[in-house]
């Protein structure tokens, strides 16, 4: 696929998305509006001036990670469009800033190579716990940045601007920085922690002092986010942490006991926290607690079940019955509204994106870019497969976004940097 084609293929996205609109409109009754223009425009903006920055300034990047981000993002869009038109025009906004922020990542790398990076490892790591802490600040006081508490969970910050105010999850960014810590790390200890020496009892371990400060900062990082009772975002981290000590070592063990550390870590959530026994309930008996923590994901089911396989259409099903449907359960309004079809193309947009990422990371020949773009992808996949498989009671409820789909601008920003430095890597690996 050429270039050409790529800026093709977003510019069907951007009209896609414009599409879903018009249909939103024509089935509450209304017509082509300003917001069919003003959502072509947008799309176009934010993907066409990535697209061009690309070309600009990582020419031999792999062509093949914007257009399903596209696709996601014109669905996406047009479903919230659906759900709530003010918080479509915020996330259009959202879209915007996001590209921007890529764009000068992607202007500031092309001066330098993303290796200079770790040289400031220890100011990354500083950095992204800075960000993980910043939730916990007092909710009022003179401070502009005040930490905000939702569903039980305490994952956002309120940032006065003096005209208004805004809401960012600082989380978003920082779990990006974490990766890049953990490769820097990794990238300098690959052969030591692939060794094993030391024998206890039918198992093979590093030695101590080279995994120890892994292990160190991993539990700091997770400590602060149980302390926000953000659990989807430890499990995600953790999962990201083995993950990337798989793709370093080779061993399958580390994959072995990073799942029984992270069922142990869940049961104990399940015993500690009230808002996980109701996730645990809705999960498993959702239908007997139909008046209670079943009823989202009751919901959720009835809209899948009614889609069948072409869906309802955009606009004449009633996805708005789920509760925060525009961010946790986005998936399930639209199998509603675009069926079984509608749904695997979600499904294919991101397996490809996920096989993409990690083929930029098979052929990358430098350690620190291989692990970074495969910590990149395994974020991306595991907080995919976490929200699709709460959804679809494959796995408990966690409370994440689904990338590039679901409403929030943290989520935004924090995707399209990681798919800015994807295509950074490939474009290196390249030249």
């Given at each position: 696929?050429?270039?050409?084609?790529?800026?093709?293929?977003?510019?069907?996205?951007?009209?896609?998305?414009?599409f879903?609109?018009?249909?939103?409109?024509?089935?509450g009754?209304?017509s082509?509006?300003?917001?069919?223009?003003?959502?072509?425009?947008?799309?176009?903006?934010?993907f066409?001036?990535?697209h061009?920055?690309i070309?600009?300034w990582?020419p031999?990047?792999?062509?093949a990670?914007?257009?399903?981000?596209?696709?996601?993002?014109?669905?996406?869009?047009a479903?919230?469009?659906?759900?709530?038109?003010?918080?479509?025009?915020?996330?259009?906004?959202w879209?915007?800033?996001?590209?921007?922020?890529?764009?000068?990542?992607?202007?500031?790398?092309?001066?330098t190579?993303?290796?200079?990076?770790?040289?400031?490892r220890?100011?990354?790591?500083?950095?992204?716990?800075v960000?993980?802490?910043?939730?916990?600040?007092?909710?009022?006081?003179p401070?502009?940045?005040?930490?905000?508490?939702a569903?039980?969970?305490?994952?956002?910050?309120?940032?006065?601007?003096?005209?208004?105010?805004?809401?960012?999850?600082?989380?978003?960014i920082?779990?990006?920085?974490?990766?890049?810590?953990?490769?820097?790390?990794?990238?300098?200890?690959?052969s030591?922690?692939?060794?094993?020496?030391?024998?206890?009892?039918p198992?093979?371990?590093p030695?101590?002092?080279q995994?120890?400060?892994?292990?160190?900062?991993?539990?700091?990082?997770?400590?602060v986010?149980?302390?926000?009772?953000?659990?989807g975002?430890?499990l995600?981290l953790?999962?990201?942490?083995?993950?990337?000590?798989?793709?370093?070592?080779?061993?399958?063990?580390?994959?072995?006991?990073?799942?029984l550390?992270?069922?142990?870590?869940?049961?104990?959530a399940?015993?500690v926290f009230?808002?996980?026994?109701?996730?645990?309930?809705?999960?498993?008996?959702?239908?007997?607690?139909?008046?209670?923590?079943?009823?989202q994901?009751?919901?959720?089911w009835?809209?899948?079940?009614?889609?069948?396989?072409?869906?309802?259409?955009?606009?004449?099903?009633?996805?708005?019955?789920?509760?925060?449907?525009?961010?946790?359960?986005?998936?399930?309004?639209?199998?509603?509204?675009?069926?079984f079809?509608?749904?695997?193309?979600v499904?294919?947009?991101?397996?490809?994106?996920?096989?993409?990422?990690?083929?930029?990371?098979?052929?990358?020949?430098?350690?620190?870019?291989?692990?970074?773009?495969?910590?990149?992808?395994w974020?991306?996949a595991?907080?995919t497969?976490?929200?699709?498989?709460?959804?679809?009671?494959?796995?408990?409820?966690t409370?994440?976004?689904?990338?590039?789909?679901?409403y929030?601008?943290?989520?935004?920003?924090?995707?399209?940097?990681?798919?800015?430095l994807?295509?950074?890597i490939s474009h290196?690996?390249?030249?």
């Amino acid at each position: 696929m050429t270039r050409t084609v790529e800026g093709g293929l977003l510019t069907g996205a951007a009209v896609l998305a414009a599409f879903g609109v018009t249909l939103v409109n024509l089935a509450g009754g209304g017509s082509l509006d300003a917001r069919v223009g003003l959502t072509f425009v947008v799309m176009l903006l934010a993907f066409g001036g990535v697209h061009l920055a690309i070309r600009r300034w990582a020419p031999s990047a792999s062509n093949a990670l914007l257009p399903p981000a596209a696709l996601l993002t014109a669905l996406g869009l047009a479903e919230i469009h659906r759900l709530d038109p003010a918080r479509a025009a915020l996330q259009q906004w959202w879209l915007l800033i996001a590209a921007g922020l890529a764009v000068g990542m992607l202007r500031i790398f092309a001066t330098t190579r993303l290796d200079t990076i770790r040289r400031y490892r220890n100011l990354l790591l500083a950095g992204a716990l800075v960000l993980l802490v910043l939730p916990l600040l007092p909710s009022s006081g003179p401070i502009p940045i005040k930490g905000l508490e939702a569903n039980g969970s305490r994952l956002w910050v309120l940032i006065d601007l003096g005209i208004t105010e805004m809401r960012f999850q600082p989380g978003e960014i920082a779990k990006l920085i974490v990766v890049l810590f953990l490769a820097s790390y990794l990238a300098e200890r690959q052969s030591s922690l692939a060794d094993r020496p030391r024998k206890v009892g039918p198992f093979h371990l590093p030695e101590p002092r080279q995994l120890f400060p892994l292990v160190l900062v991993w539990a700091a990082s997770l400590g602060v986010l149980v302390g926000q009772r953000d659990l989807g975002a430890s499990l995600l981290l953790f999962g990201a942490f083995v993950g990337m000590l798989y793709t370093a070592t080779g061993r399958p063990a580390y994959l072995a006991v990073g799942g029984l550390l992270a069922v142990g870590g869940g049961f104990a959530a399940y015993r500690v926290f009230d808002h996980v026994v109701r996730r645990v309930e809705a999960w498993i008996s959702p239908f007997e607690h139909f008046e209670g923590s079943g009823y989202q994901v009751a919901q959720a089911w009835f809209g899948m079940g009614t889609g069948s396989l072409s869906g309802s259409g955009l606009g004449l099903g009633r996805p708005d019955l789920i509760p925060n449907a525009d961010t946790d359960f986005i998936f399930a309004a639209i199998a509603e509204e675009l069926g079984f079809a509608g749904s695997i193309a979600v499904i294919a947009a991101f397996a490809m994106l996920v096989a993409v990422g990690f083929g930029i990371a098979l052929r990358s020949r430098d350690r620190f870019r291989k692990l970074t773009a495969a910590g990149l992808t395994w974020v991306f996949a595991l907080q995919t497969l976490l929200i699709l498989g709460g959804v679809l009671r494959l796995v408990p409820l966690t409370g994440i976004t689904l990338p590039f789909v679901s409403y929030g601008g943290s989520s935004l920003v924090g995707n399209f940097l990681l798919v800015g430095l994807l295509a950074r890597i490939s474009h290196e690996e390249q030249t």
